[in-house]
Nanobody, 120 residues
Framework: VQLQASGGGLVQAGGSLRLSCAASGSIVSISAMGWYRQAPGKQRELVARIVSSGYTGYGDTVEGRFTISRDSAKNVVYLQMTSLKPEDTAIYYC???????????????WGQGTLVTVSS
């Protein structure tokens, strides 16, 4: 399974960005898709997560500003980020729990990360 993330870049505080992450490979189903981020010198943290039922969850610092969504037909997860702050600057990683062809268990995969920089 491969994850291809895109959409990162440089934006001014108060601006918006949309990240995308497309999963490809021998996928039977995806039970959960999410975004995590890691800022310099900090631990990786949950940003948002969406499960197959559509239920979503958000980290405390992004609740109300970020929106996660998915296109199940295309195996793509999106992260719409608004009202961006300098403290949102980080590498953003997509993450999925996927059932592959021939497997009885879900496996977890990480994307390569995309850099988001918010200037003040």
């Amino acid at each position: 399974v491969q994850l291809q993330a895109s959409g990162g870049g440089l934006v001014q505080a108060g601006g918006s960005l949309r990240l995308s992450c497309a999963a490809s490979g021998s996928i039977v189903s995806i039970s959960a898709m999410g975004w995590y981020r890691q800022a310099p010198g900090k631990q990786r943290e949950l940003v948002a997560r969406i499960v197959s039922s559509g239920y979503t969850g958000y980290g405390d610092t992004v609740e109300g500003r970020f929106t996660i969504s998915r296109d199940s037909a295309k195996n793509v997860v999106y992260l719409q980020m608004t009202s961006l702050k300098p403290e949102d600057t980080a590498i953003y990683y997509c993450n999925i729990d996927v059932r592959q062809v021939g497997s009885r268990l879900d496996h977890n995969y990480w994307g390569q990360g995309t850099l988001v920089t918010v200037s003040s």
